[in-house]
């Protein structure tokens, strides 16, 4: 079942409370916190709803480890469904060390643009096949995180992306649904761009999971437009 959720965002005005507030008002599904301009020490007194996501910051898998276990002890603490990282920061090194901290949340690796990761030397496809094959031989679990505007903006063609990731058996739990002009990582709600993504047809094939898939409203405005758009789907 997909559920939707919106994202904080630094780009909006609002604090993280009035950002929950709104998600509240709009009988959201979950909320997704994004440590894109505050860190876990800034939200000690905030209640965060049962049911939400984490996304950590970019460039996070390069943090020095003491300051990854600040965010880690939060995730280990508060039980976020899913955690979110961005896949072209990663070695094998940082990539176990979040594996075996992060408990009883699942670690989400996304897509960005460019479609690079410089250690692995390897797009995103290969590498969760790298990944997966790495981590499970650890006995650890890795999970991924579907971006579709970073899937647009790499030059993929997002619904034949997706379906090309479960081919390989790359299992999702989170998606971060925007669109953008194939350029730019704009982040431009769904339904907004002209012969923009096939968001029907994501979300079909998204309802074919079977399992919870956690789908983040991942735009700087107009979440509640995308919102009831999606829902017309
Ligand atoms: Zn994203």
């Not at 509240?24 to 894109?36: E, L, M, Q, S």
């Not at 496809?125 to 981590?135: G, S, Y």
């Not at 730019?184 to 999971?209: C, K």
Request: aromatic share 14%; glycine share 4%.
């Amino acid at each position: 079942m997909i559920k939707f959720g919106f994202q904080s965002s630094k780009y909006n005005n609002l604090t993280l409370e009035q950002e929950l507030q709104f998600s509240d008002n709009n009988k959201i599904d979950f909320f997704d916190v994004f440590f894109d301009d505050y860190h876990p020490d800034d939200i000690k007194n905030v209640s965060l709803p049962e049911t939400f996501t984490v996304h950590l910051p970019g460039g996070f898998a390069k943090f020095p480890q003491s300051e990854q276990l600040k965010y880690i002890d939060f995730i280990n603490r508060c039980g976020p469904k899913t955690v979110t990282s961005h896949f072209c920061d990663f070695s094998f090194e940082s990539l176990e060390f979040l594996c075996r901290n992060v408990n009883n949340s699942r670690l989400c690796i996304e897509n960005t643009p460019p479609d690079w990761n410089e250690t692995f030397s390897k797009n995103y496809l290969d590498f969760m096949k790298a990944a997966n094959e790495f981590t499970s031989q650890k006995g650890l679990k890795i999970y991924a995180t579907f971006d579709t505007g970073h899937a647009k903006v790499a030059g993929h063609e997002p619904v034949s992306y997706l379906k090309q990731l479960i081919e390989n058996d790359i299992d999702i739990f989170t998606v971060h649904l925007h669109d953008n002009d194939g350029i730019q990582d704009s982040h431009r709600p769904a339904g907004s761009v002209y012969n923009g993504i096939n968001f029907a047809a994501i979300l079909e094939i998204l309802n074919s999971i079977n399992h919870d898939i956690y789908a983040v409203i991942e735009h700087w405005n107009n979440n509640y437009n995308a919102l009831e758009y999606l829902k017309s789907l």
